[in-house]
């Protein structure tokens, strides 16, 4: 009974503080809200002019929530949300820290199509100049140039940069076909392995 | 709005269905009933049995062994009643499944057997989120019944 | 003649009134639990932005969930007895009704001057709660079995406490008829008797209505919903019904057996209403305060503590008899 009269007087010294937060979020003084934790890692947003559709995020996504595909003259990199765990890998491996996790997360939504379930980013496509196929965007072509001569030996810098002038625009197939016409076969290189 | 019709969005009953999934959901849920996000404030009750429940709550991501049951319960529901499926298991599968290669033991998300009427992703969702998710079945509830 | 108008009149009204205290007392229950759990319990004034939503209060919380229920499919399984699982709910109601009209309120007397109304009172109180445990038997189910085993155990031990109690105060107010009890007056031995044997129809009083250390018959984490399981839309709102029709009724009752007279006189009215926020004040405390029994537990604990209470009270009775 002692126990008993105990947790009584416990319970009643609280009794007028119930622990309860108000819900939905507001800013009234004189209540308490739910606190959106420093660091929760809510939906992930994409940044479109940072993207540049090079598919890392779908490489490492843990619940392949992530998808890229091409139709047309887009290029789209979705996030189906339903699958998405919120893990942030896709953060952590974007090379061009397109994606951010957000803090939303009161996402309830009534079917599978609905807009709000996808987070997606369409990337228009660079066509071949020679057969017209879309292939690639031009933003990735002009970052890979650019990661390319920052870590490149500096032998070799001069001759690739003007390979990768002349391929430009061609899609890979192209590039095969026509690799002896520009005069960028890879059979020059091989010098190179007495250096 | 009848009386009927209030009464029917002021005392939601849940039935908390688990199926699969690696209990982080349920956990959040009962987060969300318990004190500090406390649902009895808006007559949201926790109800043993399924043939007294309003809104099934299901998470995780439906081993076959458990079709079944799910079919059931499912079924155990007496009429208006709406499915809130709860994390990214019980919405699309998450982690646990892949379209292809099929996986022997699971088959993806309680939607393949049963209508779903309001998915909350997340993973897990925070309580708000599962409140939320609630809520939005509870409307879903009186459209149900207004239509009758 | 004009008593008789006013009787079938007070016993119309009785009803409706009965249900809206059997509502508040229920509400009162499940908010102070709640408050007890430093939770905030369905919410007396809902949030400002919620209000066209939600509603402005709930505090026919209870009323809404029985309405709610109205209005949901009913379920009847194929393995049960269909007649015995279909009226045990509207029986067990309509008892429950019954035994109100026993039961004095203030302003009110209804049938309570009777002959033997305390005999028939219990007896309805003891037929309703005959048929909750009837109907789930009847429903095929194995939960609802076990659930209803514990109940008939756990009834016949609370309810040797309820009689005992009844019939002590009933030897020292040498009256079997409610009204003469509770239009009594109050003397230092029967306050005495007031304790021992109001503590003792309290306990029972746990025991009916399941609450905590004795709700093993509706324990969900072993059980389901125990004898309800089965029961679904207006079965079950029916129940419910008959519960909150039970909770006023019990309450009722205690006050008028063990605290006369506030149950006599209209003038008392204020005071009846401060005894029964009382009453269900300290079930909920204990109901916040205990663990579930098991129903071995509980039954030792009856015969131990309760029984010897209740000779005692009848020792307590026959002094005051022979004595006062
Ligand atoms: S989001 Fe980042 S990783 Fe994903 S495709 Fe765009 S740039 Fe690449
Ligand atoms: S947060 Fe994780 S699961 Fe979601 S899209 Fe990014 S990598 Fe995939
Ligand atoms: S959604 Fe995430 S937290 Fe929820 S059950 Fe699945 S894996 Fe666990």
Known sequence: ?195 | MGIMDKARIYSPWLYHLHCGGCNGCDIETLAALAPRFDVERFGVQLVPSPRHADILLTTGCVPKQFIPMVKRIYEQVPAPKVVVAVGSCACGGSLFYDDAPENYAILGHPDLLIPVDVYVPGCAPKPEAIINGVVQGILKLAEKRSKK | MVDLIFTVISLIVIVPLALFLGVIYSYLLRKLSARFQWRVGPMLRMYGDLKPLLGTTRLLQPLYDILKLYGKETIVPDVSRRRLFVYSPFLSLFFAVAAIFFIPFPGMPLLSGVPYSLIIASYLLIASILFTILGPVASGSPWAAIGARREVELFLVSELGFVLSLFAVAIARQSLVIWEISSGGQSLYLALLTVTAGALMFVAMLGKLHIKPFDMPEAEAEIVAGPYTEYSGKLLGTYYLTKVFLLYGLVALFISLFLPPIATDVLWLPLYIVAAVVLVFLLTSVQVLNPRYRIRNAINWYLKVAIPLGVLNFIIALAIWLVV
């Not at chain 1, 929530?65 to 942030?88: M, N, P, Q, W």
């Not at chain 1, 009161?106 to 660079?126: F, G, H, K, S, Y």
Request: aromatic share 8%.
């Open chain 1, 1 to 195: 009974m002692s126990t008993e009269i105990k947790i009584l007087k416990q319970v009643l010294s609280k009794y007028s503080k119930p622990m309860t937060l108000t819900y939905p979020s507001g800013v009234a003084p004189d209540r308490r809200y739910s606190q959106i934790p420093e660091g929760l890692r809510g939906i992930p947003e994409r940044d479109k002019d940072k993207c540049i559709g090079c598919r890392a995020c779908y490489f490492v996504c843990s619940g392949r929530a992530t998808s890229i595909y091409d139709k047309g003259e887009k290029r789209t990199v979705e996030i189906f949300l339903f699958r998405c765990t919120f893990c942030a890998h896709c953060q952590e491996a974007c090379p061009e820290e397109a994606i951010k996790m957000t803090n939303k997360f009161e996402i309830a939504v009534p079917n599978r199509e609905d807009p709000a379930a996808r987070v997606l980013t369409e990337l228009d496509l660079l066509k071949c100049k020679n057969c017209g196929t879309p292939y690639v965007t031009r933003k990735l072509v002009d970052r890979t140039y650019e990661r390319l001569m920052e870590k490149i030996d500096p032998i070799v810098k001069e001759t690739v940069s003007n390979d990768y002038k002349k391929l430009d625009g061609y899609c890979p197939d192209c590039r095969r076909a026509y690799g002896v016409d520009l005069d960028t076969h890879t059979k020059k290189y091989v010098w190179l392995e007495g250096v």
